[in-house]
């Protein structure tokens, strides 16, 4: 089982604080949770994050965040899914986790007639050359947070601003770009849907 919770519009650095302090607190028997939500606009720099990738914030804020990665921006119309999430539990190992994650989205997509793949030497998933979707995650004590940001209907203009996930010259793209489904709620479940497919967990979807 785990508890699926919808979060609305976030701030970046009070929801790191609210997934390390759940972290922190888990026992054994805590219940996994999966978070939706969008953050206001800001470019969080991974663990071994670079400052050359960043090239101009322009007045949107930088954070440091504890995931794994290089630098990516968060804005309204991108869909993010915290997996907090006791992998220990489950059996999975980091890169099991990563890899139904980046399967995950690529079924979704593939529902919604777009073909997309994963790249062996840089996570995440890509419509040919363009990056669709970023991943990053955190492992602490056997359970992870952080997680998966998901291009849907959103200003990309940000991603010219950094070298995103610290590759030069990467192209970005989103799902309106692609003329599907960019109604971000209806995407959600989608992805919600697979993601719990492939952990093998079943929803919990608290009363709002």
Avoid at 111 to 133: C, N
Wanted: with cysteine.
């Amino acid at each position: 089982m785990v508890t699926v919770r919808d979060l609305g519009l976030q701030d970046y650095s009070q929801t790191l604080e609210q997934m390390r302090a759940f972290t922190d607190a888990r026992t054994d028997q805590t219940q996994d949770e999966i978070w939706l939500l969008q953050h206001h606009p800001v470019f969080t720099q991974g663990q071994a994050g670079k400052s050359e990738h960043l090239l101009n914030p322009n007045g949107i804020p930088v954070v440091q965040s504890d995931r794994g990665g290089q630098i990516t921006y968060h804005g309204p119309g991108q869909l993010i899914i915290y997996l907090l999430i006791d992998i220990k539990r489950l059996k999975l190992g980091v890169r099991q986790l990563v890899d139904l994650i980046e399967l995950s989205l690529m079924s979704m997509l593939s529902d919604l007639g777009v073909e997309s793949h994963a790249r062996k030497d840089a996570p995440g998933v890509y419509i040919g050359a363009s990056k669709i979707a970023a991943l990053g995650l955190r492992i602490r004590q056997g359970c992870s947070y952080h997680g998966l940001s998901l291009n849907v209907d959103m200003d990309l203009s940000p991603f010219s601003q950094i070298n995103p996930c610290g590759m030069e010259g990467l192209d970005v793209t989103q799902m309106s770009t692609l003329g599907v489904c960019s109604d971000i709620e209806s995407i959600s479940e989608l992805l919600v849907t697979k993601l719990t497919d492939q952990l093998g967990l079943s929803e919990d979807r608290p009363a709002s």
